[in-house]
């Protein structure tokens, strides 16, 4: 029988409680406590998730001594918060985008490899539909584009059916609610014309 993993989650904004679902729903996990500054948001997310909450983060991890933390902060937040944790032996799991500069992310990983702790950051996207099927007809595209022997259709066939998917993944990502990789828009016209050794794409909308 395994012990389950100790979690603390760092900030209670609005993203917090997709991180409190996850990890309640997780066998492997038990969320002990929430922090944030503003009290009434940390005893709300607490409620929600019958833990213990903080408005002081250093308290926090004193008291409970979580086996990792969930950042949910602010961008700028996530290096401080980050490797004030990595030192203190706390696994982390931070939020997008991982800092605000790259100066900041290579200090988190080097405090973090230093510490002998794990951090991760959530892209979660990457894994969508729409951006796993994306990615798929780029890489074919891109073999078609080093194919000497490829027609000028065939490469704007690969290249239309990889823009309309490209569509509709971001119509994906603002309505969160298309379940098909069909365009929602009207079909685009594609022009491929091959220039020395470079081909040269292009699109126009119907009517334009």
């Known amino acids: 029988m395994y012990e389950k993993f100790r979690v603390c989650i760092i900030g209670c904004g609005v993203i917090a409680p997709n991180h409190i679902k996850a990890l309640m729903e997780n066998e492997k996990t038990e969320l002990v406590a ?18 213990a909450y903080y408005t002081d983060y250093h308290e926090m991890l004193e008291a409970v001594h979580p086996d990792a933390v969930h950042l949910c902060l602010p961008h ?36 973090a490899n230093e510490n002998g702790v794990v951090l991760g950051c959530i892209f979660q996207n ?7 099927l994306t990615k798929q007809l780029l890489d074919e595209l891109m073999a078609k584009l080093e194919d000497p022997n490829i027609t000028e259709e065939e490469l704007g066939k690969a290249a239309q059916d990889m823009l309309k998917v490209s569509l509709t993944a971001i119509v994906n990502l603002v309505t969160e609610s298309c379940e098909t990789t069909q365009p929602k828009s009207a079909d685009y016209t594609i022009t491929a014309v091959k220039s020395g050794d470079k081909w040269i794409v292009d699109y126009n909308e119907p009517g334009v």
């Open 34 to 51: 929430v922090c944030d500054i503003i009290e009434e948001r940390a005893r709300s997310r607490a409620d929600m998730a019958g833990c």
């Open 76 to 111: 700028y937040l996530h290096p401080i918060v980050s490797m004030e944790c990595s030192k203190r032996g706390k696994h982390v799991l931070t939020e997008k985008p991982m800092s605000i500069n790259i100066e900041d992310a290579r200090a988190m990983i080097d405090t």
């Open 126 to 132: 990457r894994y969508n539909a729409g951006t796993v």
